[in-house]
């Protein structure tokens, strides 16, 4: 069972909160607030519209995370449930008790662009560095990405890994090296491709898959040889659209993909109609990931965007700006504004109306590529995990439990099981390492499992 010891995640949001403006309410005012306009009760910021000050409260319930309101919470703070929860059908549930409270500034529209991209610099400060080549760390044990030999164009054998949202190619190397059989891998890869292991480094939220796409096709436009691709979440989405749509410039390249917990179809994580939800699922990923794969908040990617993104969903009148920031953390947006405005979500959004997931499926199969998948199931009710249901339990209308559920079906607590293998209609992954029905292996492990990597060595023959 997941513990209930939640020290690591505050230790998180106490050592980097502060990096993404978030920051305790009795500590100095978020930036950009001005000192006049904040007003102090009882040692706290005061969540006034007037200040662009939000409170919120991080809660604990039967294991599980929540960022609600401030307002809304049973705190000492406030004694007890408002006339504001009331409404939103919080007051029949036992909240559970305040972890923490943190104050955040509230984003004008005029500023989501800016801040989005600084986001991504932040969560990966090589975001903009595009492709860097892999070489065996002074430690010895572990991997890093360099300019050091790096070409203007490949031939021969090459081997290409990228990351996926909110990570860097510094987390996925990381894993990779995290066990013996990885680092393993890793060493036999640089030798088998003659030095020519790359990584792949992009922005994940301020700019689209498309784009990310664009950007490493026009880079390894004319690579000639055979190509490999490890490709993890978004990156997967971000290889198809390079592969598929870009693909021209490959024509005379082999190519193999491998996509591990990729989007194909979008996730349901990051539909309009779970941004509510949103927040807390990524602290309990974080969390989680943090305290069994023991991992630094640093290292983290889950733990961290969790953090960044509380000022992009912070509180705003309503129809005072007829866009985002939504009405609230704890309140249902009436709007795909609120996922639209974020590219990188946007183009992973599991929706009908999905304009780039529906020209990507479009696309036709290029002769030259073959795609294996890695897909997992991951079951946390099995070690006493009741993620989902309270999480559905806080939806704007506690009552509606079923629609509120965030994944339909199998899912590896970030990307849908069924979307991880369908390239387009009638066309999907037929080669597949399937991780089903169980509570071990979820959508940041998938490259400490011996498994995955013994099909890679397959996939990839030879490799020795």
């Known amino acids: 069972m997941i513990g209930d010891d939640f020290s690591g995640y505050l230790d998180a949001v106490t050592q980097y909160g502060t990096q993404f403006d978030v920051v305790d309410p009795s500590e100095t005012r978020p930036p950009g ?20 000050v939000q409170n919120l409260a991080l809660v604990e319930r039967e294991g599980v995370l929540l960022w609600l309101p401030a307002e809304d919470v049973g705190s000492p703070r406030y004694g007890g449930l408002r006339r504001r929860a009331r409404r939103r059908g919080l007051a029949g549930l036992e909240v559970g008790r305040v972890v923490k409270e943190v104050s955040v500034p509230v984003l004008e529209p005029n500023q989501y662009l800016s801040a989005l991209a600084d986001t991504d610099q932040r969560l990966n400060a090589q975001c903009d560095a595009g492709l860097r080549t892999v070489k065996v760390a002074p430690d010895g044990q572990s991997f890093a990405a360099t300019t050091e030999g790096l070409k203007a164009s490949y031939s021969k054998r090459t081997l290409l890994i ?8 510094a987390n996925i190397l990381g894993e990779l090296a995290a066990t013996p059989n990885g680092r393993a891998f890793m060493r036999d890869a640089l030798k088998a491709y003659s030095g020519q292991v790359l990584v792949f480094d992009h922005p994940t939220l301020s700019v689209s898959p498309f784009l990310n796409a664009l950007d ?27 592969l598929e749509v870009f693909g021209d410039a490959l024509a005379g390249t082999q190519v193999r993909a491998v996509l591990a917990g990729a989007p194909l179809r979008g996730t349901h994580l990051a539909s309009p109609a779970r941004i509510q939800p949103f927040l807390s699922v990524l602290s309990n990923i974080g969390h989680y990931v943090g305290q069994t794969l023991n991992l630094a908040a640093a ?26 920031p939504i009405d609230g953390i704890g309140s249902r947006p009436g709007t795909d504004a609120a996922v639209a405005v974020i590219p990188g979500l946007q183009g992973q959004s599991a929706v009908g109306n999905n304009a780039e997931l529906t020209r990507l499926r479009a696309s036709t199969a290029r002769a ?24 559905s339990e806080f939806g704007d209308r506690a009552k509606d439990v079923a629609t509120d559920a965030i994944f339909k079906g199998a899912n590896d607590l970030v990307v849908d099981t069924a979307h991880m293998t369908t390239l387009a209609d009638g066309r999907d992954i037929t080669e597949v390492t399937q991780f089903l029905g169980q509570a071990d292996v979820h959508h940041c492990n998938y490259f400490r499992q011996n498994e995955t990597l013994k099909s890679l060595r397959d996939w990839f023959k030879p490799l020795t």
């Open 33 to 52: 607030v001005k000192v006049a306009d904040v007003r102090r009760r009882r040692g706290r910021l005061t969540d006034s519209r007037e200040t662009g």
């Open 162 to 169: 990228v990351h996926g949202t909110f990570s860097s190619s």
């Open 368 to 391: 030259n590529v073959r795609y294996y998948a890695c897909v997992a199931d991951f079951e946390p009710e099995r070690i006493g995990w009741k993620l989902w249901k309270v999480i």
């Open 216 to 242: 490493l096709g026009r880079r390894l436009a004319g690579t000639t040889g055979s190509l490999d691709v490890i490709a993890h979440s978004r990156g997967g989405l971000v290889t198809q659209w390079w």
């Open 299 to 324: 290292a983290n990617p889950f733990a961290l965007a969790s953090l960044a993104l509380l000022r992009f969903f912070g509180q705003r009148e309503r129809n005072r700006w007829g866009l985002p």
